[in-house]
């Protein structure tokens, strides 16, 4: 673990990350159920099925993110963050706007 982040360098490596796993969820899709299946598909079906799934994960990603938030206010490498008003706008304290 390093005594410093690159908030920088992070959110540019997570966005390729999520690029990567759009693509590998892509063709995984495809190799299971065929590169054309969706033309059989009910695809505003499957979309509103979607929207209810994505709710739910929503939900737990909420849980997970308030104990991550919980968890990050104690790493005194986030401190480094802070402009010279002592706002934080990434790390745990960025979290913090839609609560107050």
Known sequence: MTDSL?????????????D???????????EKYGPFS????????????????TANYMRYQYIKL???????????????LADSEGNITIGAESFKGALQ
Do not use: N
């Open 66 to 80: 308030r104990m991550v938030q919980l968890y990050l206010a104690q790493d005194p490498r986030l401190a480094g």
């Open 20 to 30: 990567e796993k759009c693509i590998e969820r892509h063709e995984f899709g495809q």
């Open 6 to 18: 690159d908030p920088t360098e992070l959110m540019s490596e997570f966005a390729r990350e999520f």
């Open 38 to 53: 969706f033309l059989g598909k009910d695809m505003i079906q499957e979309a509103l099925l979607e929207c209810l799934d």
